[in-house]
């Protein structure tokens, strides 16, 4: 890869630096970038926080993280990558910015008049404050500001949000950020379908029986208890990943592949999501949620949901979009399956399921994978499903990013094409309203299960293809 060294050097400060998702994404994925040589040649990291941490201490934790999340670290690099490392504490307020203001100002000293990227890995709740807090301060002039998702807890929370940001920072500086449009064989939907004849031509409610958005997990939610019972699975997943992925299946043709005209490809089709019919929805918890720190005894949030959704275009107009994801579920899966119907006047009367499906396995590095119906070689003309797979870091100079460095990446250059617009967020919040203002009871479940017995009927005739 390319250096970055021409970028205009850059001060990155991680709010709640020494939080879960700090550690776990956002310090592995800037440390991946700076292996890479993709950083500008002149950079500083400056950590945020309540406490007045020594700078030492901070880089320790740091570099901890890094060990358990992180790629290998090699002594040499680290030096180099840790010496870059500041932190200011005591908070950071409208009333009193703590440490950061200085500890900014002695960066500019050392590697000049620098860019500022603002990270608020914090909760929803926190991100008015910081906002206003960074305009009380001078911070926000010129500055790129990134915020984790949700965007807001509901429709009222982001038309609320929405406007407190606006009052401190022109759109064009605001990333609101959804790692799963990092994902490279997120990317490769666009590419495979507008890049090949063959694909785009099948991509459309003639050939296209459902679209599955399947992402189960089988972790639990012990380290983020408090977090998740104040969201849930709706919140946590369907109105951000989830929906935002089905945009990307679902958008027409772009004029272009530039951030303006994808971005408004992608706000354009989420206007034409019909909102959410509750009966077409089931939410689960599994048994044992309420055992665990932090949650309440008589809890109903959902760690489970599985919902249609119905895209009013006529690309897709009668095609059933299949979401689901949940916790303590049998298997781990991130995969997007556009499930082909069978061929019109087709002789063969007997199909084995799931013989007709091109997916994108989102985990990891990412693959494609194409399944299709074939003979068993033998005697018999006994049918059975095939695959054709890519796994994308097979691909000749493949040098793939995790999703979180590609979105930091495309935040150090500006780059806003992998970002969402308001628009298409105050659009999701009414899709979601229904949901959201009169959900269905949850049904529980058993860990290890794929979720509430209700959920296999949604994806009727085909059945889930992740199984």
């Known amino acids: 890869m390319e250096s970055m060294a021409s970028l205009q050097p850059t001060i990155f400060v991680l709010f709640g630096a020494t939080g879960d998702l700090a550690k776990r994404m956002v310090l592995p994925s800037f440390y991946q970038l700076h292996v890479e040589g993709l950083l500008p040649e002149k950079w500083l990291l400056v950590g945020n926080g309540r406490h007045d941490t020594p700078v030492d201490e901070f880089r320790e934790h740091v570099r901890d993280a890094l060990k358990e999340f992180g790629p290998d670290l090699e002594d040499k690099v680290w030096d180099d990558f840790s010496k870059r490392i500041r932190f200011a504490g005591n908070g950071f307020t409208v009333d009193d910015p703590g440490r950061l203001v200085d500890v900014i100002e002695e960066g500019k000293k050392d590697i000049g008049d620098a860019q500022l990227v603002h990270y608020i890995a914090l909760p929803p709740s926190a991100f008015e404050d910081y906002t206003a ?3 009380a301060h001078g911070l926000a002039e010129g500055a790129r500001v990134v915020y984790e998702k949700p965007f807001g807890t509901s429709q009222k929370a982001f038309v609320q949000l929405d406007k407190a940001v606006h009052d401190v920072l022109d759109e064009k500086q605001i990333y609101r950020i959804d790692h799963f449009l990092g994902k490279e064989a997120t990317q490769n939907l666009h590419v495979l379908r507008f890049a090949n004849g063959m ?30 019972d104040s969201t849930g699975a709706v919140l946590d997943m369907l109105v951000t990943h989830l929906f935002q992925v089905a945009a990307e299946i679902a958008m027409e043709p772009p004029a272009s592949m530039n951030a303006d005209d994808l971005q408004s490809a992608r706000e354009t089709v989420i206007g034409s999501f019909r909102p959410i019919d509750t009966s077409e929805v089931v939410l689960g918890q599994y048994n044992g949620y309420r055992d ?4 309440a005894d008589d809890s109903t949030v959902d760690t489970f949901v599985a919902a249609k959704l119905w895209v009013d275009t006529d690309r897709w107009r009668g095609v059933p979009f299949l979401l689901r994801t949940g916790k303590m579920l049998g298997v781990s899966a ?13 002789p063969l009367t007997e199909l084995p399921a799931g013989g007709a499906a091109l997916t994108f396995d989102l985990s990891g590095n990412g693959a494609i994978d194409f399944a299709v119906t074939v003979k068993e070689p033998g005697p018999d ?13 097979d691909v000749p100079d493949a040098e793939p990013l995790s999703p979180y460095s590609r979105l930091i990446l495309d935040v150090l250059n500006g780059d806003r094409s992998l970002f969402t617009r308001p628009d298409g967020l105050a ?6 309203a229904p949901l959201l203002d009169n959900p269905p009871a949850v049904e529980f479940y058993e860990g ?11 994806a009727a005739p085909c059945g889930w293809l992740v199984r």
Request: hydrophobic share 40%; aromatic share 8%.
């Open 133 to 135: 807090a960074l305009g």
């Open 199 to 228: 694909v785009d031509g099948v991509w459309n409610a003639e050939h296209v029986e459902q679209v599955q958005i399947d992402v189960p997990e089988t972790l639990n939610i012990d380290d983020r208890a408090e977090f998740y």
């Open 292 to 295: 665990v720190e932090g949650v």
């Open 334 to 346: 991130q995969r997007v399956s556009l499930v082909f119907k069978k061929p019109a006047n087709s």
């Open 381 to 393: 003309f006994d049918l059975s499903v095939g695959h054709l797979s890519l796994p994308l870091p």
């Open 427 to 432: 659009h999701v919040w009414e899709v979601a």
């Open 448 to 458: 290890g299960s794929m979720g509430p017995k209700e959920a296999e009927d949604l």
